[in-house]
């Protein structure tokens, strides 16, 4: 099967380059910051693009595993978000509720879930955030 050319992430990727490279020195100063925000955006579709279902996967199962269950969900990344969308309510209500307050390795876990989450988000949304962050 041959593939199309250029794929989205190549166009995605070109348009950025030629936005930095070439048009945002012929913006006026006043606009060359809105200009930037589009490059950044751009950065982010394309880190998106690359990681798909990936970390909505990674944070199913995360949160699946905090509840001592297997999150079931086909290879439909809208069914993984629905799930994923499902325990994280759960979550919300448990953690409203006081569930994970007391010391222990209940919370130790929550701590740990929640901060892959957040690390995951942080790679695709502001990767340069995590530079130097040995714990990243």
């Known amino acids: 099967m041959s593939e199309d050319r250029p794929t989205g992430a190549e166009l995605l990727a070109e348009a950025r380059r030629t936005l930095l ?10 606009r060359r910051y ?3 925000m589009v490059a ?15 970390p909505a996967r990674a944070a199913l199962a995360g949160v699946a ?9 086909g290879p439909d990344a809208a ?11 759960r979550l919300a209500a448990d953690i409203r509720a006081g569930a994970f307050d007391a010391a222990g390795a ?13 690390l995951a988000r942080l790679r695709l949304s502001n990767p340069k955030a995590l530079q130097g962050d040995t714990r990243a």
């Open 40 to 54: 950044n955006a751009m950065a982010i579709a394309a880190r998106e693009l690359a990681a798909a279902d990936a």
């Open 21 to 30: 490279e070439e048009l945002i020195g012929l913006l006026p100063a006043d």
């Open 79 to 89: 069914e993984v978000e629905r799930a994923l969308t499902r325990f994280n309510r």
């Open 34 to 36: 809105d200009g930037l």
């Open 106 to 118: 209940r919370r130790d876990a929550i701590v740990a879930h929640l901060r892959a989450v957040t």
């Open 65 to 73: 595993a905090l509840y001592g269950e297997t999150a079931e969900a």
